[in-house]
């Protein structure tokens, strides 16, 4: 079964331009260096914003032994670095979902 981890972080407006560079071209690829992932979507949530700009990266592992992996293997250091580069600026949370169905529309 997929396996989406979804990780939800709101970022302060003074460090915005960096951080999303920094996700873009560091981070994201970082973790998908992993092997852990075949997948990953960076979005912007859309809607009111209440002090900085909020996003979801969500990435989709093959399995959940693949997930399972990325937690035991990798996933505090990377969450590590991203909290020492960004204290105080930014707040996240995440979330796993296993995927039970996936449809597409006709063609």
């Not at 997929?2 to 972080?9: E, F, G």
């Not at 020492?84 to 039970?100: D, H, N, P, W």
């Amino acid at each position: 079964m997929k396996i989406l981890y979804n990780v939800t972080i709101n970022i302060d407006e003074d460090i915005h331009d960096e951080w999303l560079d920094w996700m873009t071209n560091e981070h994201i690829p970082e973790v998908m260096n992993t092997k852990c992932f075949y997948d990953a979507k960076l979005s912007k949530i859309d809607g009111e914003e209440h002090g900085g700009r909020t996003y979801s990266i969500m990435y989709i592992a093959s399995n959940r032994n693949l997930y399972d992996q990325y937690v035991e293997k990798h996933a505090k250091i990377l969450q590590q670095k991203t909290q020492t580069k960004y204290e105080g600026k930014i707040a996240s949370f995440r979330t796993v979902l296993e995927v039970l169905e996936h449809f597409k529309a006709d063609e």
